[in-house]
């Protein structure tokens, strides 16, 4: 195992500007570390992997990481990816995506993904805002609390982003948080080897807009909440549906064997190029 020093040297590209743009705690560093590692510990050649972020505070990751990266437009980081691998099967490809990215103008690229089940890790960075344009409420904003544009409360439903995946037809979805991190990288790698649509959901927090709004405290204050407000899935099947109110529940939710999509596609072209022949 490389030591951190190594890591950066390794798979940052040192002539882009560091430090980067994140705010000072901010949790998608915490996540670029944990792709790092999981990417390290499965021993894949940086030939091996791509990242495609949309937009976003997360979209910027790709700009920092010495792998095959593309940095694509709003909502469309599944679609270009979709392409990617069926060109290129082979490649390792991960997905950045923040949740109004990935839920909002992404949703319907999200939901037939999953469906199609092609073999891509997505990890969603649930910061419950739209961080980077000035704090709007977000597809996953919990209801009730305060944002740009429900100076009065959010009344939407938050969307649950594992529940979808799994619904969808997504053959790995787990759920951390940037508190626990070797736990996150520990799904990054398994949805990594995963064959198949895998969905990592990072909940990860944004002090800067989310939680000054909501008065949730530092970015101290939100890391040790998300420490004391989350829950194994073990542990939370054992509880009472009012006593998980407000929790955040960590863990595999799925992780199944479907038929990939690349795979499938494949021996289409072969059918097609055979004459129509089974």
Same mark, same amino acid.
Do not use: E
């Given at each position: 195992?490389?030591?951190?020093?190594?890591?950066?040297?390794?798979?940052?590209?040192?002539?882009?500007?560091?430090?980067? $743009?994140?705010? %000072?705690?901010?949790?998608? #560093?915490?996540?670029?570390?944990? $792709?790092?590692? %999981?990417?390290?510990?499965? #021993?894949?050649?940086?030939?091996?992997v791509a990242m495609i972020s949309g937009i976003g505070?997360?979209?910027?990751?790709?700009?920092?990481?010495?792998?095959?990266?593309?940095?694509?437009?709003?909502g469309r980081a599944l679609s270009f990816a979709t392409g990617l691998k069926l060109a290129r099967p082979e490649l390792k490809i991960i997905v950045v995506m923040g949740d109004g990215d990935a839920l909002a103008i992404g949703g319907n690229h999200f939901i037939h993904t999953a469906r199609r089940n092609i073999d891509l890790t997505a990890i969603v960075i649930n910061n419950a805002t739209y961080g980077m344009t000035g704090g709007q409420y977000s597809p996953t904003t919990p209801q009730h609390m305060l944002a740009t544009t429900a100076p009065y409360g959010n009344i939407e439903q938050d969307f649950p982003i594992c529940e979808l995946a799994q619904v969808c037809g997504a053959a790995f979805v787990a759920r951390s948080t940037v508190y626990h991190v070797e736990e996150l990288q520990g799904y990054i790698e398994q949805g990594l080897e995963k064959k198949g649509f895998a969905l990592i959901e990072a909940v990860s927090y944004c002090h800067t807009t989310y939680g000054r709004l909501n008065r949730l405290g530092s970015a101290v204050d939100m890391m040790r909440a998300l420490k004391e407000n989350s829950i194994t899935r073990q542990a939370a099947e054992k509880l009472p549906p009012e006593e998980l109110q407000g929790k955040i529940v960590r863990g595999i939710f799925v992780d199944r064997e479907v038929p990939e999509y690349t795979e499938l596609y494949q021996k289409i072209i072969e059918r097609a190029q055979s004459g129509g022949k089974a």
């Open positions: 195992m490389a030591t951190q020093r190594q890591l950066i040297y390794d798979y940052l590209r040192h002539k882009k500007k560091f430090p980067n $743009i994140w705010c %000072a705690g901010c949790g998608i #560093g915490i996540v670029m570390g944990a $792709i790092i590692r %999981a990417v390290d510990d499965l #021993g894949y050649d940086k030939n091996q505070c997360s979209g910027r990751m790709p700009v920092y990481l010495d792998f095959y990266t593309m940095h694509t437009t709003h």
